[in-house]
Each structure stands twice: as C-alpha cells, then as structure tokens.
C-alpha cells in the first residue's frame, strides 16, 4: 500500500496548511452553543474555531478529573468557586463574531470541556444559556506540534514579540515566566480608544466591537506552550494585554 508519492503527501500534511497539526478538530461556536465532535483524540491536537455567530465569543476551557462530569462543574461554577477537580487549561478569551483561530496543544485522556461566560445583550452569561460542551479525549494521535512562524513570549516584566508577518500565520505563545500570564490579543478599529473596550465590556457586549478580536489565551501556567493559527492584517497595529499583571506590549503587522 501506498505509491511513494502518498507518502510524501502524508508527511507534509502533518504541518501545514498554516501549521494546523493532521489532527484538526472543528469547533463553531454560536448563540448559544458549541457545535464539535463528543470525542477526539489525544496527543497533538488542532481546534479550529470558528464563531459563526453574531455575537463575540470565548472558550474557556477546563479538564476534569475522573467521575465528574459537565453537570458538576455547571453547579460548580452556580456555587460561585473554581474547583480542584476541575483544572483550568485556559483558551481563547474573546473570539469576535466571524473569526476563525486554529489552537495546537498537547492533551492528556480525560473529560475536557468549553465555556463560555461572555455576557448575552440582556446581561446573562452565555452559560446559562447553554454555551457550555464537554468531550472526551483518549488515545495518542500522531499529530506533531507546528513549526511557529513567530512568537510572542511572557515572562514577568512584559511581552517579547518576534516580527509578525501578514496573513495566516502560526504563531508560539509561550509562557517564560514564573507566574501564570494571559495573552489577550486585540486592534483596535480606527478612532477607538482602550477606554471604549472598557464602554463596551460594561454594556454587555452591545453594539458594534471598537477592537479586533482574533485569537489569544487565557492565562497560561509558567512553562506552557500554546500554537495559534491567526490572521494578521498588513501595516495593522495589534496591542496583547495580561491584565493581572498589569503590562502590555503593541506590534505593528509588516505591510
Ligand atoms: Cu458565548
């Protein structure tokens, strides 16, 4: 089985296109409901998201211990606190309305699952209209992880940006510190300002976005690796925030 000329196609499709690894799941996201496949593999694995809404949204993202269940932590998350069963992967904070972004990382066996907590135009969190999908993952896929085409590193005084090219491009986010940091990745439109994110954030989301919003993670443990698949417009200024730590980093895009 197999002409040598298959072979060859194989090999190059474990890295491209764009560096989404061969074992690429699809993920839509809309009002109110994530649209994905109950159970995938493990190992290297590629989420394409997608919001095909008409709303922003997020993809927290959690694994649970053994025996418990989505409806655990749906009532966990009711009683107001994080729990230890359940550990915090962190995924894309804010995906606007009809982005795509493509996350490579490495998963472990488990019960994983996505959230979204964005608030709805009557105030609600997306959770409690049902925004929330568990999955299982189990075995090893033979996924490899991406060659990045450039990077973005936290450590704990701030963000180091390697030259980002226009286009789709894949990029390492990658956290060199000692303490947990957050890459919240936005451009704002012309004319807006941070303050009107702030506007907009305290109206529910309404109207339309004064920011971009591709891609980004929530906050990462020291030492971890996320591969993200984002398109970047050409002579475009980008901003990627960490909240927490109160530091912030701008690159403008080639063009
Ligand atoms: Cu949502």
Redesign the pocket.
Known sequence: MGAPDETKEAEASQTSPGGVSENAVAVN?T??TYEMPSEIEGGVVSFEMENT?T????FGFARLDEGKTVEDLEKAFEEGGPSKWAEDLAGVPLLGAGRRVTMTRELNEGTHVFF???P?PEGQP??Q?G?IQGFEVSGTSDAELPEPDSSIVATDDGFEIEPIEPGLQTLELRNDGKKPHEFALFSLEPGKELRDIDKWFGNSLKGESPALFPGGIQSIEPGTVIYEDIEFEAGRTYQVQDFEAGFEEEFTVSG
């Open positions: 996201a009002e109110y809404g709303l922003p949204h997020e979204c907590f964005l709805s997306h959770i209209l925004m």
